[in-house]
């Protein structure tokens, strides 16, 4: 089962509970943010071009590379953290953010060898961002744990 699978579930369970308490709600919203922007990720890797010429690829690539950049930026609340929760917040922002500039000095001067090597490529970096931005995340909210309890 994938991850989006996996949320997916996890939403329905929250939705069928309805009316949520103050905690499964907010547990709730961030089910439904973190299925968002995989489908988000999804949906930009099926639509990559299939070019090697970089005006035809740099429109979606800035795309991409703004939607991810916002990820760092967005939703930084959760549940009040002491020392030791910042400091893991921290961490886990700073190896997010190391991914993207790692992928974005990949993307520097691209020039793909073959018109489907942009796809691939970009799904590779996607796939490589998304585990990185989901531990941030689980730094705030950790679903999984918060659906077990």
Not at 20 to 39: N, P, T
Not at 53 to 62: C, F, I, R, T, W
Not at 92 to 99: D, Q, Y
Request: with cysteine.
């Amino acid at each position: 089962m994938t991850l989006l699978e996996k949320l997916q579930e996890q939403r329905a369970a929250l939705e069928a509970k309805a009316p949520l308490e103050a905690e499964q709600l907010w547990l709730l919203q961030e089910v439904i943010y973190r299925v968002g922007v995989i489908e988000c990720c999804k949906a930009f890797q099926a639509s990559a071009p299939a070019a090697t010429d970089a005006k035809v690829l740099g429109p979606h690539y800035k795309i991409v590379d703004a939607y991810i950049h916002h990820l760092t930026q967005e939703r930084q609340f959760g549940q009040p953290a002491d020392e030791a929760q910042r400091k893991q917040r921290e961490t886990a922002l700073a190896s997010l953010n190391k991914v993207i500039a790692d992928y974005k000095k990949r993307f520097q001067s691209y020039r793909p060898g073959t018109p489907e090597q942009y796809a691939a490529d970009i799904g590779r970096a996607l796939q490589t961002v998304l585990p990185a931005w989901i531990q941030h995340r689980n730094c705030y909210i950790d679903v999984k744990k918060e659906m077990t309890q």
